[in-house]
């Protein structure tokens, strides 16, 4: 399997669980704390390496107690860290509360990630990018460094894995270096300007999405459903609908990031993109099993806790109009 090159945040999740998520203004108390690593392409970049897949990330992290939690958890991962810089503005934390169900609220401070520049994707070594199979981005990271790596991937034909989250970041000039966009309900709902809520509703939006993506480069839009599993869109090729397996969540935080680590993996070693989802689906819901943003989800424990996913079926929009 080739490399996967993953660009972007990094962050120290601080996580605050209580029995319901207060409301604006209010004051609630917790009854569980937990830290960990976090940031959404830190996280698709682990569960990569748990898949099986070679992984090297590119990014920064604070020259702290926290940045160095960061370069373990990456070592421990299986993660290649060569890439990876310390900075003096302190590493990115993610702050998290959730309830009992595993909904979630954040807030990202970007601190050391902010600093990530073109520069940092402009100096990778010929040899490196030699090695890679693919290259996957989230949108925390500056909009400058996001755009430098998606420019190196289409310039090398390579495929590029774009998690358009957070959403509010997506840029313009974006949409044309994109092979793979993967984006949840809510991401897909901010950017077609129409409500995403159930697998047709998500299949126009994904055909609209595949209409805005460069039609010799983009391979495929995928929209995730939590529970729902996923809809993809290819060119020339009907919407399918990949159920997700049946499991009790406990924690739903970066169960998206799994799934889009995997489906990376899987795109950098050459499968084809209906198997690649179909596994994406069941590794994100096996994460929402156990708690942590980092579930550490690889082939044998989704083929042990994970009923095998339904055959993906063919899912069309609604018929009293598509999505604007």
Known sequence: MRRVLVIGGANFDQTAVAPRLPGVGETVLATDYRESPGGKAANLAAAAAAWGAKVSFV???GDDAFGGVLMSAWAEAGVDTTHVQRDAEGTGLGIVFMDPDGHYQTLVVPRANANLTPADVHRLPNS???DVGAVALALEAPMGAT?????????????????????????????????????????????????VEHPESAAEAAMVLLRRLDPDRVAAVVVTLGAAGAVVAMPGAPTQRVPAPDVV?????????????????EVAGGRDLMTAATLACAAGAVAVTVPGARAGIGPDLVQRLAPAPEQPTAVHGRPEGAVA
């Open 59 to 61: 990014g920064r992290v």
């Open 128 to 130: 490196l990018w030699d």
């Open 147 to 195: 755009l430098a790596a998606a420019a190196a991937a289409a310039d090398r034909d390579l495929p590029l894995v774009l998690n358009a989250a957070p959403v509010e970041g997506m840029d313009g000039a974006l949409w044309p270096l994109v092979s793979h966009l993967v984006v949840n309900e809510h991401e897909a709902t901010w950017l077609v300007g129409q409500p």
């Open 249 to 265: 969540a406990v924690d739903t935080l970066g169960a998206g990031d799994t799934f889009v680590g995997v489906l990376a993996a």
